[in-house]
């Protein structure tokens, strides 16, 4: 469903604090972005999919994988109902009214039924990365705009949450700098995994919260040891033009990457080697 530009009906929904969060960390977190008691209806949708797909059966355990991705988007009322105004309205304030295409709909579905759950809980050293396989990587460039993580079951610590490096934005916004020409997808991978990240952070939290991440935020799929199957979807907020990094009208999402660019290279705690 694609709509217009966004009336200004809600202002202010993220705090001073998100927004600096996003910008410093490279992401912040909109809590209650949707009713959770929608949560149960989205996921049914997902289990129908996952059994015509896959035979994963929601009724049978032994038909579950350790985890499985559905790569499409699920245009049906009871997923469309959970992206609301107020989560739009969260969007243009960070990257600017008008600025994003309006499109409405929850992508791509990662369920986590027990990735790592045989092994010791730690902090994976594979699989980080961002999205946008599809595209050419620059430092403008308009495809993802925001990375939106939408819980649509509740997600415990250590109950495989998506896993974040804080702060790797800031890394990958300078890799970026430094080719202008752009980098394909593990291109830009090697470039900024060449150097060990960290402030590791394991998302959590309940049905109907979501993740406002930047898109150059390098995360994974953390262990789960324990708890239902976790499912999420992650979409994405695109641009209807690049970036703008030059003059004073800039979103904060264009702050962020100016910052980057023209601040000190980001410090990780607990640095460790990753890679994709």
Known sequence: MVLGTLEPLLVNVLREADLDAFVERGFCVLRGAFDARRAPAARARVWRRMEEKAGIREDDPATWPGAYDIEERLAVPEVLDCFTDRLAAAIEEL??????????????????????????YAIPTEGWHIDGNWFRHTIDAPNQGLLLIGLFSDVAPREGGTLVAQGSHRRTARVLGEHPGGLTHL?????????????FHELTGEAGDVVLAHPFLFHSRGYKHGGPPRFISN?????????????????????SVRSALTGPPPRFDAPQRCRF
Not at 187 to 199: D, K, M, Q, S, Y
Not at 235 to 246: I, K, Q, S
Request: aromatic share 12%; net charge neutral.
């Open 235 to 255: 979409t994405e907020a695109n641009l209807v033009a690049p970036l703008r990094l030059r003059g004073l009208d800039l979103s904060v999402l264009e702050r």
């Open 187 to 199: 291109e830009l991978f090697e470039a900024v995994l060449a150097e060990p990240i960290g402030n």
């Open 95 to 120: 990257v600017g009214p008008g600025r994003w295409r309006g499109l409405r709909e929850w992508g791509f579905w990662p369920v986590n039924f027990s990735y790592g759950a045989r092994l010791p």
